[in-house]
């Protein structure tokens, strides 16, 4: 899922009002929607990116209009480049820019994923939206990389069976993300990693549980996971947050953060 938040031109960022951009994988997962909930409960209007389910994302547009927050719904398919291309292209037409970009989107774990769809989908896609969001973000806009322990700290730590394609192909998205930190720089853009433990109630950790559920159970004696309503503030929160460029959020997880096998792991807090 990605959130990009752009500019109406009937509500410009300088009257301190921003519109935001949320697109989903297939449909809207639990991650993603709170997160859409959160940033227009704070006065961003969200546009909801489906690629199967409108249905899903027009009910929560609708949910996030009755709460009194402003949403709209696109339709696209971020893995293939076109379809990338004219949401961008559609987002920016209707509201003006991007103020935001919020690249949360997750595959591979389906049992009928293609072989190269976790890194099509966790890397490439994301880079590229960054990509061609980059030319509509002003000087002060932000990119969020949203990811899991699992990923972040595959590289000293081993991740759970079954997981190992989609943790190294998020972990390579984000390894690619910081690698234009240079031109990010440049534009004035800031760029924020938050990961997560699993998080409770999530697609991601009801598979796990099907395929290795020792695997969940060894996080959960760590302590309680996170919710989905605790990891998506943070996500929302890190669209605002006075952070250095690179600057990893932290969700849950901690004995990732003491135990001696992080050390050596990318130190942002």
């Known amino acids: 899922m990605e959130d990009a938040h752009g500019n109406d031109d009937r509500d410009r960022a300088d009257d301190g009002d921003r519109a935001a951009h949320r697109a989903d994988h297939r449909g809207v997962p639990r991650i993603g929607a709170e997160t859409a909930r959160v940033l227009a409960a704070r006065g961003d209007h969200v546009v909801i990116n489906y690629r199967e389910k409108r249905k899903r994302a027009e009910t929560l547009a609708d949910e996030i209009a009755a709460a009194g927050g402003s949403a709209s719904v696109a339709g696209a398919d971020i893995a293939d480049p076109e379809s990338a291309r004219t949401l961008v292209d559609a987002v920016v037409a209707e509201f003006g820019r991007l103020d935001v970009l919020v690249l949360n989107a997750s595959g591979g774990l389906e049992r009928d994923a293609a072989p190269g769809y976790a890194m099509l989908l966790n890397r490439d896609a994301q880079t590229r939206l960054s990509e061609l969001a980059l030319p509509h973000l002003p000087a002060g806009g932000r990119i969020v990389f949203v990811t899991s322990h699992q990923a972040h700290f595959s590289p000293t730590r081993v991740a759970p069976p079954g997981y190992e394609q989609i943790a190294a192909s998020k972990r390579a998205g984000e390894d690619a993300l910081r690698a234009m930190t240079g031109e990010f720089a440049a534009r004035g853009i800031g760029f924020t990693v938050v990961s997560g433990d ?69 130190a942002h807090h």
């Open 198 to 266: 699993m998080i409770d109630g999530t697609i991601i950790v009801k598979l796990l549980e099907r395929r290795d559920p020792d695997a969940v159970t060894e996080r959960r004696d760590q302590g309680d996971l996170p919710t989905v309503e605790e990891f998506a503030t943070a996500v929302a929160d890190a669209t605002t947050l006075d952070a250095p460029l690179g600057h990893t959020v932290y969700v849950g997880g901690y004995d990732y953060l003491t135990e001696p096998t992080a050390a050596s792991a990318p």
